[in-house]
């Protein structure tokens, strides 16, 4: 219960509720407490079985810390087998290459070879991430219909 409070938090507590309480009504002030946070505990542990024997044997492993969305989601992706193959297809995936080949390409850089099964150009139509020569003064620059 007390799991996260440091020893001078606890400290601090004791010192605390001595001044507020007193000396004389400070057992007393425990007693009520602790008292206290029994029957809290005693109401939640039948409201617990009061819901389990309500909800039937079908639901016999069910975890009230199964309705925490943290607690449901890490279950569910443990489980799954589409997120292992889901991994494994992005560890044959580098963005960061892919990023730097593009950018390479805008500004006119020299890029490392593609791999022999990436075509250089698609449908036999020039690469257009790729700097070309400016045209002549007269001559009109190459059409991209996927730019207008």
Known sequence: MFSDIGALELVTLVVLAVLVFGPDKLPKVIQDVSRFIRKIREF??????????????????FEFEDLNPKTFL?????N????KELKELRGTFDLKKEMNEV??????????PAPAS????????????????????????PYDSDAT
């Not at 250089?120 to 007269?138: F, H």
């Open 44 to 61: 939640s542990d039948s409201a617990k079985a009061d819901i389990r024997s309500e909800l039937g044997p079908e639901f016999k492993d």
């Open 74 to 78: 890490r279950k569910q992706l443990e």
């Open 103 to 112: 950018a390479d390409a805008v500004h006119g850089r020299e890029t490392t």
């Open 118 to 141: 990436a075509p250089a150009a698609v449908n036999g139509s020039p690469d257009l991430l790729k700097k070309q020569d400016k045209p002549d003064a007269g001559e009109r620059p």
């Open 80 to 83: 799954n087998e589409d997120l």
